[in-house]
């Protein structure tokens, strides 16, 4: 777009949008597309929810009376257009960046932003709270608006806010944002339910078949039209009810519209906002919108990990050809695959991250033995559970901060019953760009207290296999092995098969003044900063737990006899993870030392590199060294 033809360029907030007339949308919505682009295509985000919503994004901006009336996204990582919109356009180059925007939508950054968002299936319940909350306040002319994804429609959570929905007056409208997708494929009865829902099969079927029917009775004909007409309303709003489950919850369905005609969908909006009650709109949109590769490979196209040339889609990845290490998902990915060969009773279970745990390797070799069970969490657990007391093996895959969501099953359903489940947690730790909601920092923390649970962390890729292996070895019981997102050290990974010993910890040096104590890759790190801190004088010894549970009490006795200096590091909360078992050995064992804990402090970690977070919280190598030294200055 030549300067000054530009309309987005004289859009900085909604009211500007709103001085544009209705005929001038469809190029705004292009340059709006455009401008995601173009700005993903140099800093890597999410990139097909953005551009599928783009119509979408504009009708609510132009409709609605942002920030006073409240747009909830659900998720958050289809918002990008949203905050170039309001206000946010001219540093959306900073998105998702150290110190930069954040890739959601967050209450602290924009009065925009209705409700902070990361995790799925949160809209409907938040916009209910938001609604009823607008009556109490004597605000009856607030809408409030929750966008949905067909993929987190599949929560337990969506649900629950829907059951809620139905039996209250509140006026809000969900749209449900349907494009078949997830980040993989839609998988459960539910998108095939709303792809039915679209082309009202049911009802088309059932009325032709009425009609015939009247036709045999010889009631049709020029003078009995009127009847018919009433008939056929009736029979209409009857199968609606039955057949269209948000009618059947008294919430109000419209559609399916055409999520890409921003002329229509403003003229549905401002028709809706004048319906009382609770309703849904079935929108119907295309993920990657508007960028072709993007449409076509849709699940590689949900956030791009590099740089890419946007006029021909290809990556821009400027690392060495040198072989990489692989990530740790891919090594979960194969040697799921090799311990499933072997042992027929694994199973292999993700709510909805197949691409992004792996699964999606076993589930193309196997797919009656791995399964993709949409955005659900709790019910992954327990489905877990329920193959386990049946004596199958099921390894369930969890990022770690989405296992948050599914705490009360691992007790309930797993722990207490001393199931054989696998829980491999993804991406703990501090993950970098999805910042806050996605960081997999309490897993250690909330896992610890649970009684017959097994947690560890492996230190390397060939670790993390061996535990693997080890974990379905018989009489394990509930298994927790916990890894971080990204690469681990070595090409050399695909070794045989360990037992690791439950409980046991490795002396990794030996050392005289202090003493790091480690879990999970972190000890990479500290052994560099012990050679530094060697070189400096400082003599220091290293021990990796390998288990947060059981703890290697033998390890910790010989730690705390030889040093009175000892620094605890994890990847993850200072409170209640490995830093607060050491101390509560010491302290149960009469031991005394001075241990500093170096992790996640008590606060919320923003986004940014994983490099970068890790030094802004203290624990990357400088931060050990500056520690360490630090406890030789001190009286
Ligand atoms: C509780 C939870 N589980 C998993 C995820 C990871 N996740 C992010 S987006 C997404 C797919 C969402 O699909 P949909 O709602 O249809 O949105 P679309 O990307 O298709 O626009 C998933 C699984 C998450 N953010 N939160
Ligand atoms: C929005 C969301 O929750 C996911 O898309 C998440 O950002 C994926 O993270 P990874 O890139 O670590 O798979
Ligand atoms: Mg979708």
Redesign the pocket.
Known sequence: MKKGNSKLEQINTPDDLKKFSEKDLEQICAELRDFIIDAVSCNPG?F??SL??VELTVALHYVYNTPYDKIIW??G??AYGHKILTARKNNFHTNRKYKGLSGFPNITESEYDAFGV????TSISAALGMSIAAKANNEDDKHVVAV????????G?AFEGLNNLSSSKSNMLIIL????????P?TGGLSDYLVDISTSQTYNKIRKEVIRGLEKLKITGPDSRHKIVAINNSIKSLLTKQTNIFEGLNIRYFGPVDGHDINHLVKVLQDLKNIPGPKVLHCK?K?GKGFKLAEEN?TAW?ATGAKFDKNTGEKLDHTSNKPKPPKYQEVFGHTIVELAEKNKKIMGIT???PS?CSLNIMMEKMPDRAFDVG?A?QHAVTFSAGLAIEGMVPYCNI?S??MQ?AYDQVIHDVAIQNLNVVFCLDRGGLVGADGA??HGVYDLAFFRPVPNLIVSSPRNEEELRNLMYTAQLPNMGPFAIRYPRGTGTTTQWKTPFKKIEVGKGEKLKDGDDLAFITIGPLANKALQACHKLDDEGISTGLYDLRFAKPIDEKLLHEVFKKYKKIITVEDGTIIGGIGSAVIEFMVENGYSAQVKKLGVPDRFVDHGTQTELQHECGFDKQGMIETAKSMFQQP
């Open positions: 999410h097909g929810a599928g919503v659900d998720v990582h289809q990361g995790h799925s299936s949905i994804g067909d993929g987190s429609m599949t929560a959570l944002n349907d494009n078949n997708m997830a980040i993989d839609n949109t993920k849709q949900h709510p909805a991250m992004g955005i969490e990022y901060s989405f969501r909601t996605h």
